[in-house]
């Protein structure tokens, strides 16, 4: 391996676990070639234990103990450890282990796309274009909207129907085209005819063929633009920080959705080279306007295969600065927890975020029992929401009181403490009670979705319902895309869910982002009808003052404690975990990490 690293042989025939091991730990210096998997394999044998047939005794518990070594995850390690040489490897250390010019970012797993027009973009993909693009705004991390590619704040018409935007000058793309209105225009344009929803239901539709039409985005000048949408909607200054309307350059995108365009935007970074799967390159942009100027000039986002593939570049070898995307809450607290000099110092830094997701109860109000708001209450009451933080997710998750997690502003602590006699007696105002108790479902999702503990959170909420004394659940689930579909067929009375979906971000950086869902649709058909709920949605929508639209937002989270269109449970912070010389993790509200503000220095 050292003689590949000096580039004294071209490729090395070796075991797949060995290539797997090296190509997946140093991915700057070795790749597999002929394919991934088998594909690759230029022969294969196979190991094998025999056994005399009969003696049923020793079969049973050779199977016993290979079921074991599966389940602890051990068959890899050893593996690995059987088939590498006993003695210290060190290929290409002195180029692998991070450079203090450079910061090295893991992330496992891989982009869906790099094309802000994109419908449907993973968590990873936002967050570097988040990185190497930028909208006419951007929210600070403290969750402040600010001009980033405009000079102010945009002016509003008194129908609150027409946004002007001011745009900077003197800005050019990476390709070296001029940043104009024009380029916001096409740039927003491409989004509509690609049928992104967040251009296409906000902007004018007068025909309401479901595309936004073609002067809904319209040039004043050089560098003036307007929106023109189809009804006031304050959350449009949100999304004005969002990938689907970032502009980017008409000399390097194409028409056509581009998942795998490098051309990035107006960003803190440009890409300097993407190999997908493998790596990304970025490096400072002079042009971004945006503040604080990238103290990195280079960064290295590594994608790895797997989680332990990103703890053992971080924690064995130091070849990434950074664990990010990817790292389970157990490695989190495990490394966290490290002290391998015994000094009481920890090993690594650990960072945690705000909240990236929360999980729910979601009530059925067209069928019984759950039609009747006591009856909702009770459910609230009954939860012990630190006992489900603590004991079934051992404090990876937090504890939740409103629809909008703590971290976004406006939010409330509104809905109750745990109560049990109040929910035992509200269930007897109904008619129920030990000798005629209330029995309930209860569905979650079975496939590990949104956790790999679902099955032993859902026994904790059912027994802390029956603590009651009166409620008695039944726990059925089923795999997500089975479990959705009998959502949609409204068959399901009540049932656990997560928002937002796994791996992806919040859709604007906005309290609506969390309620909005739930107050205007009936995606998930729980059947809430409330008028005083519609008019505080509306009045939060038409509100362009931010102080006054918190204001709503607080009368929106009260009514929602007094009806219980869901109930809110815990909440999931973003995490990352890096080496002790980095500083300045840190992470927005949307649970993206921003690299212009990553240093380094001590350690």
């Known amino acids: 391996m050292h003689a590949l690293v000096d580039e004294s042989l071209t490729a090395v025939i070796t075991d797949s676990y060995v290539a797997d091991y090296f190509s997946q730990t140093y991915s700057d210096q070795f790749k597999v070639v002929g394919g991934n998997g088998r594909a690759a394999w230029i022969s294969q044998k196979a190991y094998g234990i025999a056994l005399p047939a009969a003696n049923i005794d020793l079969i049973n518990r050779l199977n016993a103990a290979i079921t074991a070594v599966q389940t602890a995850g051990n068959i890899d390690r050893l593996t690995v450890a059987w088939l590498l040489p006993s003695d210290t490897l ?39 274009k988040i990185n190497t693009m930028s909208g006419l705004y951007s929210f600070t991390l403290d969750n402040t909207l600010e001009p980033t590619l405009a000079t102010s704040l945009p002016t509003i018409s008194e129908s609150g129907l027409e946004y002007t935007i001011s745009l900077r000058r003197g800005l050019r793309f990476p390709d070296g085209s001029e940043f104009t209105a024009e380029d916001v225009k096409w740039s927003v344009d491409r989004a509509r005819s690609l049928g992104n929803f967040w251009v296409n239901g906000y902007l004018k539709d007068s025909n309401e063929d479901g595309f936004a039409d073609d002067d809904a985005v319209q040039v004043i000048d050089q560098f003036t633009v307007k929106f023109v949408l189809q009804e006031p909607d304050a959350t449009f200054l949100s999304l004005l920080a969002t990938p689907p309307y970032f502009p980017i350059s008409n000399e390097c995108y194409s028409e056509a959705q581009d998942n795998l365009s490098s051309c990035g935007g107006l960003g803190p970074y440009s890409i300097i080279s993407w190999t997908p799967g493998e790596q990304m390159r970025l490096r400072a942009n002079p042009e971004w306007p945006g503040r604080p100027t990238p103290a990195f000039e280079n960064i290295l986002i590594r994608f790895q295969d797997d989680t332990a593939v990103m703890r053992r570049s971080l924690e064995e070898f130091q070849s990434i600065d950074i664990a990010g995307t990817g790292l389970p809450s157990r490695d989190f607290t495990a490394l966290t927890n490290s002290d391998s000099h015994g000094d009481g110092l920890p090993d690594f830094r650990a960072w945690t975020g705000p909240a990236a997701f929360k999980s729910y109860v979601i009530f059925n109000q067209e069928q019984e029992p759950w039609d009747s708001v006591k009856v909702r209450q009770a459910f609230a009451l009954a939860v012990d929401r630190n006992a489900l933080a603590e004991v079934v997710f051992g404090g990876s998750r937090q504890p939740l009181f409103s629809p909008i997690p703590d971290s976004i502003p406006g939010h409330l602590p509104v809905l ?63 795999p997500f895309e089975q479990f959705i579909g009998q959502v949609g067929e409204c068959n399901l009375p009540a049932y656990l869910m997560g928002w937002p979906s796994p791996g992806r971000p919040t859709d604007y950086p906005d309290p609506g982002a969390w309620t909005d869902i739930f107050t205007t649709s009936n995606t998930f058909f729980f059947f809430y009808d409330s008028p005083t709920m519609a008019a505080f949605v509306a009045s939060a929508d038409a509100e362009t003052d931010p102080a006054a639209r918190l204001t709503i937002f607080g009368d929106i989270q009260q009514l929602w404690a007094q009806d219980f269109p869901t109930l809110a449970l815990l ?7 890096s080496l002790n010389s980095v500083n300045d993790v840190q992470i927005d509200a949307m649970g993206l990490l921003h690299y212009e503000v990553l240093t380094k220095g001590g350690g």
């Open 90 to 128: 060190a290929p290409g250390e002195p180029r692998v282990v991070a450079s203090p010019n450079e910061m090295v970012i893991g992330i496992v797993g891989d982009l869906s796309d790099l094309d802000p027009a994109a419908r449907f973009s993973n968590f990873t993909s936002w967050e570097i």
């Open 416 to 478: 109750p403490q745990r109560n049990l006699p109040l929910a035992r007696s509200l269930l007897l105002e109904e008619g129920y009670s030990q000798t005629t108790p209330l029995a309930v479902e209860l569905w979650y999702v079975s496939d590990g979705r949104y956790s790999d503990v679902e099955a032993a959170y859902a026994t904790a909420l059912k027994n802390q319902l029956e603590e009651t004394g009166v409620f008695q659940v039944t726990l059925s689930s089923a």
């Open 571 to 577: 909440q999931e912070p973003r995490i990352a975990i």
